[in-house]
């Protein structure tokens, strides 16, 4: 059974072992001293819908939905630069841009990311959120029907600043030279340019098609082959904590060396032997995570960076969730056409894949 339809009866049996809570409007409040980008999931009819994305400018509410629900729960993500979101690994389909989806699987199929959303218990507030409350309809003048409450919820439940050193965008130098793993190019949507993909060490490289980088050079990138090691160089700028943004001029393929044959032997899908839930598929240099058929996370990877904790000892496999901005490092015990032996470090667990596709 997929992880969203475990969801489905996990929450239906919640919902028929409680007395019903009337109808329930939502209101988000934003008590950061920042602007965040909110989005939200929640159930309607029986369906999955997920709805997104709202300014909520600091120290102000809005009321994101405020049709007649029944529901006991509500979701919430936030992306926000230079703030870390706790989430409750609930996953919902999202866009980059203004969206509303129906349904909460298949996202990267119907051409959307999925992320991880946070729980909303509008009859546990004091559990969760201290400062949550439910207000009467007749409180905020929206009619007579008294059974219809507005509960509102505050983001700095959720919220936790990010302490960094680096600015949110400034450009590092103008004769900057990397070496990175080419991921793909994605076409130009209505928000934003055509860009190209490049994975290093620690770091997402995107170069787009605004003019800057030469048509010349653009077109060659188009010919570059997924999973290869090219040096960059050019002008790079630091947008997050993990991405940067380059301005090319000039492109080179890498000899090939061990690294590049070990992510060649990684590419495709790998289950736990343990737990066959849980697996994974390496795509160029990212490792796309699922657990019982639903994606759990996207990670980048780097075979040409050392575990500072295990010495030179190696080969090593390094990923990081550009998202959550979390990391992790394997030594590379095994690997054969049928199975991949990592140890996670520093603990020095060994996990176990066979291959499957």
């Avoid at 793909?184 to 994975?199: K, P």
């Avoid at 289950?271 to 995570?289: C, K, L, Q, W």
Wanted: hydrophobic share 35%; glycine share 8%.
């Amino acid at each position: 059974m997929s992880f969203p339809a475990v969801r489905r009866l996990c929450l239906l049996a919640a919902t028929l072992a409680l007395p019903s809570a009337g109808q329930a409007a939502l209101d988000l409040c934003n008590d950061t001293t920042a602007v965040q980008r909110v989005a939200i999931g929640f159930q309607e009819a029986g369906d999955w819908t997920s709805k997104g994305w709202w300014d909520l400018p600091a120290g102000s509410c809005t009321e994101v939905l405020s049709s007649a629900s029944t529901s006991r729960f509500y979701y919430l993500r936030v992306e926000t630069e230079g703030w870390a979101f706790t989430d409750d690994r609930l996953g919902f389909c999202v866009a980059d841009t203004d969206f509303e989806i129906k349904g909460e699987d298949g996202c990267a199929r119907r051409g959307f990311r999925q992320e991880n959303f946070a729980r909303i218990d509008t009859r546990g507030a004091a559990a969760t959120d201290p400062t949550a409350q439910t207000r009467p309809a007749a409180d905020l003048d929206t009619g007579s029907d008294a059974a219809r409450r507005t509960f509102t919820h505050h983001l700095s439940a959720h919220l936790t600043p990010i302490k960094s050193d680096v600015p949110a965008r400034h450009v590092v130098q103008s004769g900057f030279s990397t070496k990175a793993v080419f991921q793909g190019c994605d076409a130009e949507t209505t928000a934003y340019a055509s860009f190209c993909t490049f994975i290093g060490a620690g770091r997402r490289y995107l170069v787009y098609d605004d003019g800057r980088t030469s048509a010349a050079l653009w077109q060659e990138i188009q010919q570059a082959i997924r999973g290869r090691r090219y040096t960059l160089e050019g002008l790079r700028e630091d947008l997050f904590d993990t991405t940067s943004e380059l301005v090319l001029r000039a492109i080179r393929p890498e000899p090939e060396d061990r690294s590049d044959q070990l992510l060649a032997s990684l590419q495709g899908l790998w289950r736990s032997t343990v737990d066959p839930n849980d697996s994974f598929r390496v795509s160029g240099a990212e490792r796309i995570n699922a657990y019982a058929g639903a994606e759990t996370s996207v990670e980048y990877l780097s075979l040409h960076k050392p575990c500072a904790e295990a010495g030179d000892v190696g080969p090593f496999l390094f990923t990081w969730d550009n998202n959550s901005g979390t990391s992790l490092c394997y030594a590379i015990a095994r690997l054969t056409d049928t199975e991949l032996a990592l140890i996670y470090l520093p603990r020095g667990t060994e996990l176990v894949y066979r291959r499957e596709g």
